[in-house]
């Protein structure tokens, strides 16, 4: 099988599509498309497996000076810092396939600082994991993206509903993640010493709160800065901690393993050859300002808040609601379950979502998410969370998982969509403003009572949904513009009228330059 070959057009003279490759493949090469597609979301699985049951763990093991938070605040301020200036440098220099196993190496230390915690190990390991995010995620988008791409030209089917399929199937097993870093570090918390004792303190807190007015503190009236002596916060013996550790960094390894070996290099579907800006020559300081001009465009102006929003609601789910309602009404020894309620029914949600964009569309699916958040985030400002219903804690969660689905798959696949051309700075812009919301959720978190935190919540998601609606407004306008521009004969069309045609960013030559050979 030839999968990568080149088949330059001599015929076009000084023609831009005489510098481009063109793409052979077969119809077969579709199942090894498939292949690499599980391939980059089990490496994922297994890679988060790692950092979301740490990440998770925290502000509980390192509560002591607040130096979980702050180790997780480093994370994403040297994640934004990252999406800027890293991943297009990155992925130009490494190619997509080495620019995941490097970057994924980069959360190794910080999982190795939970044997000896302390700022000066934490805060860099942080930094470095941050600084190393940036460019796997972009690299991991581009390579979904473009595979995508191939897969919908060999099977003759919307490029934009194979690529949102692929989202919904990587999220998937990237959601499950969730469960499995929950389940390791509650099986080894819960068989040792720290266990027992959890659970007697968290009946004892619960009873408690039961009886007296313990509960009052808790859910849209819980304020981290009253509640700060907490007893479920002891630190579990090291033992235990360092056995969830080794686990977690043998993970990473895994991961990394995978990807290396395992997974095609995009090459094979054309890296080089698309008119984008990593097959340009271009100076490194054009390359570090791509996800600036990036910026300049419309679309992605409109498209940050919503954006912001999904940082914020995951810091939510993660670090506001397992604190203010589950930890302080039920114990801390709940978190874990509750959280794999989150992340099963997430998952499930993922896939679901990416297959049903192609029979409902994009928007009915976001107006959902949007529906079923608003409503989360107005319940919980009235709910006071109580041990005798203990059933809503998991319902909240679920659907809290259901909404997360809907930005997760729905919001990467739009970035895809729109801006083709430029994946790279497209996605870079999706980390930085997520993790712009991650950072000012983090920010708040020990300063703000957990009402003020859902009142912002709300604030962003219902401006994000205007920006939203106005980007999907211009892209019929833009849509039906473009089609009846396409209708003019070629000889008719002003120069005007080719410059539109030739800047639309969801213009990707790609689909052009696979040429499908048959058996």
Known sequence: M??????????NGADSASLREKVKLRRGEKWRILKNIIMVSVAFMVQFTAFQGTANLQSSINAKEGLGTVSLSAIYAALVVSCIFLPTLVIRKLTV?????????????????????????????????????APMWASKATYLTQLGQVYAKLTDQPVEAIIVRFFGFFFLAWQTAELWGNLISSLVLSSGAHGAAATVDGSDNGTSAHNG???????????????????NLQRPPDSEIFEISAIYLSCIIAAVIIVAVFLDPLSRYGERRRGS????????????????????????????LI????????????????????????????????MICFGVVNAICSIIFGSAMKYIGRVVIIILGAIVHGGCIIYLLYW?????????????SGLWGIGDAVWQTQINGLYGALFRRNKEA???????????????????????????????????????MVGYTIVEIRQLKKEKRLKELEEIPKQQQTDADRKAIEDDDEKDELEEDIVVTHL
């Open 97 to 133: 396939k080495w620019t995941l196993c490097v970057s994924m190496l980069c959360y190794a230390p910080y999982i190795a600082s939970q044997f000896y915690p302390k700022f000066y190990t934490l805060i860099p390991a942080g930094i470095l994991l941050g600084l190393g995010a």
């Open 384 to 396: 006071r969370p109580h041990p005798d219903h203990q059933i809503v804690f998991f319902i909240l």
């Open 426 to 464: 497209a996605f870079s812009n999706y980390r930085l403003w997520e993790s712009v919301g991650f950072v000012i959720a983090y920010a708040y978190s020990t300063n703000l009572c957990a009402r003020m935190k859902l009142y912002l919540l709300f604030g962003v998601l219902v401006c994000g």
């Open 277 to 304: 800006i990593s097959a340009t020559e271009i100076s490194g300081m054009q390359l570090l300002s791509a996800t600036f001009k990036q910026l300049k465009k419309a679309n992605q102006q409109l498209l940050i």
């Open 213 to 231: 007015p313990n509960l009052d503190s808790c859910g849209a009236n819980f304020c981290v800065v009253e509640t700060s002596d907490n007893a």
């Open 2 to 11: 030839h999968g990568g070959g080149v088949d330059t057009d001599k015929h």
């Open 307 to 338: 954006t912001v929003f999904i940082g914020m609601e995951q810091a939510f789910i993660g670090a506001d609601f397992t604190q203010a309602y589950v930890s302080c009404a039920l114990g801390i020894h709940q978190i874990g379950y509750v």
